[in-house]
């Protein structure tokens, strides 16, 4: 079984940081993608951010030069520092991973709820 824990979440003011971490647990091979998501009220989940495991990232245009994905391979965790935070980043943030184990599948964590106050 294979688990994605979530972390880091919480209310701040526009303007300020969060750090999400997200660990990988369970009977794992290897993983390849790990990513972020965030879905708001009301609207569809969407990409914040991915990174392979050679360390080629991609974000979503609209958190480009605030937020910066990484992760360690060792720890099997990946990060999203959030900077800049603005209330239209208010959401739940999901991690998302694709994992070998026999086969490579493809996990969500339970969610993290990120709020900025304007």
């Known amino acids: 079984q294979v688990q994605l824990a979530e972390s880091g979440g919480g209310l701040v003011q526009a303007g300020g940081s969060l750090r999400l971490s997200c660990a990988a647990s369970?009977?794992?091979?290897?993983?390849?993608?790990m990513g972020w998501f965030r879905q708001a009220p009301g609207q569809q989940r969407v990409l914040v951010a991915t990174?392979?495991?050679?360390?080629?990232?991609n974000y979503a245009d609209s958190v480009k030069g605030r937020f910066t994905i990484s992760r360690d391979n060792a720890k099997n965790t990946v990060y999203l520092q959030m900077n800049s935070l603005k209330p239209e980043d208010t959401a739940v943030y999901y991690c998302?991973?694709?994992?070998?184990?026999?086969?490579?599948?493809?996990?969500w964590g339970q969610g993290t709820q990120v709020t900025v106050s304007s």
């Open positions: 990174i392979t495991r050679a360390g080629s990232t």
């Open positions: 998302n991973a694709d994992i070998r184990r026999s086969i490579l599948s493809n996990y």
């Open positions: 369970g009977s794992i091979f290897s993983i390849n993608t």
